[in-house]
């Protein structure tokens, strides 16, 4: 998914993706999420496989399928030195004229022990 997002002013891509606070998903939760009404158990292959009795065998593909999703982050342009937050999972790509300053700065101050240094002090359109 981050892979497609641009820079709205510049359209760079791909951003570096800072990550300041993940959590790990194994795949089953994943299909937990999707999960759709009218699929019943019988059609969800997780589910039969752990009826089976192979709960060794599920357990060991699971460890192998962890979902990284990045919770607070940050999407950074190389080109223009923009700054993008990442704020429960959203990725917040606005144009300077719709940012906001001081919500900006705040996220900036709560994770600066995690930020590189380069974007803290040299980032657009503001920095600590
Ligand atoms: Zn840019």
Redesign the pocket.
């Known amino acids: 998914m981050l892979d497609i997002l641009a ?1 709205p ?2 359209k ?1 891509y791909p951003l570096e993706l800072i990550e300041l606070n993940v959590k790990e998903l194994e795949k089953e939760d994943k299909v937990k999420e999707n999960y759709h009404p009218l699929n019943n158990d019988e059609n969800n292959p997780i589910v039969k496989k752990n009826n089976n009795g192979e709960g060794n065998k599920a357990n060991e593909l699971k460890q192998n399928e962890k979902v990284i999703i990045v919770i607070d982050g940050i999407l950074y ?1 190389k ?4 700054f993008y937050p990442i704020i429960d999972e959203i990725p917040i790509m606005l144009p300077d004229e719709l940012r906001e300053k001081e919500k900006d700065l705040q996220f900036l101050t709560k994770w600066k022990h995690s930020i590189p240094e380069e974007i803290l002090t040299n980032s657009n359109p503001w920095h600590l």
């Open positions: 820079c002013l510049d760079n342009c080109k223009c030195s923009r």
